[in-house]
């Protein structure tokens, strides 16, 4: 089954406590990227990766780390820097590098801080 | 700074009627716009495209139309379906110095049977 799987749906977070979200991709898609979308708001980039050991910042890029040490996988960590990580955050893949190109968006995670 | 605006959070149609979704943007540098579906609990879907050499896009009951000068770009569905009922929101980026995609907030879509 041919798609985009993040995990996990729901994920809680404590005061001062690193946790990370998985984004997995099987389409072969070179570009992964995270956005984050809150209440009333559009989904906002956080990073985004166009190729294997390759990253680049988003627009909203502190308090959060990633790696793409496999063009399958674009894990997010939510550091204890970010001091508002509720949210929901979507990851996505895109066939081309540039950010023109269709993405294909998981069903995202939510978080919530306990 | 919103860079991508979307100033109705909601739009209630008729089904078989025109549906409009309007966005209007800042960014001059713009040159290339996305239109994109969220049905609930499930990450958005492309839906259409558009690129600053042209001022109207179309695919099928989908069509997007840009007005450069206004900064505006708006979608109509027509005719609307029950089944179009979703959050759409528009994207917008640039060619050079691009390292980023603009969302604007969204529009939640009802078509009333």
């Known amino acids: 089954d041919g798609g985009i799987t993040q995990s996990p749906k729901y994920l809680f977070r404590k005061e001062g406590q690193n946790v990370t979200l998985s984004c997995e991709q099987n389409?072969?898609?070179?570009?992964m990227y995270w956005y984050r979308q809150d209440p009333g708001q559009g989904l906002r980039l956080i990073y985004y990766?166009?190729?294997?050991?390759?990253?680049q910042k988003g627009d909203i890029a502190e308090g959060y780390s990633v790696s793409r040490e496999k063009k399958e996988s674009f894990p997010l960590t939510v550091t204890s820097a970010q001091k508002n990580p509720t949210a929901f955050y979507l990851c996505?893949?895109?066939?081309?590098?540039?950010?023109?190109?269709?993405?294909?968006f998981g069903a995202g995670t939510r978080l919530s801080v306990l | 700074d919103q860079q991508v605006k979307q100033n109705s959070p909601s739009l209630s149609v008729q089904e078989g009627r025109i549906s409009i979704l309007n966005c209007d943007y800042t960014?001059?540098?713009?040159?290339?716009f996305l239109w994109y579906k969220k049905y609930p609990a499930e990450g958005p879907t492309f839906l259409i495209s558009?690129?600053?050499?042209?001022d109207k896009n179309e695919d099928g009951r989908f069509t997007v139309f840009l007005n450069k000068s206004a900064k505006h770009l708006s979608l109509h569905i027509v005719p609307s379906q029950p089944g179009d009922s979703a959050v759409y929101f528009c994207?917008?980026?640039?060619?050079?110095?691009?390292?980023?995609?603009?969302f604007g907030t969204g529009t939640r879509l009802t078509v009333i049977p």
């Open positions: 996505a893949t895109g066939q081309g590098t540039s950010l023109k190109n269709i993405q294909y």
């Open positions: 389409l072969n898609h070179d570009a």
């Open positions: 990766s166009q190729i294997v050991n390759d990253f």
């Open positions: 960014n001059s540098m713009f040159d290339y």
């Open positions: 558009i690129s600053s050499i042209k």
């Open positions: 994207a917008a980026t640039a060619e050079t110095g691009a390292n980023n995609l603009f």
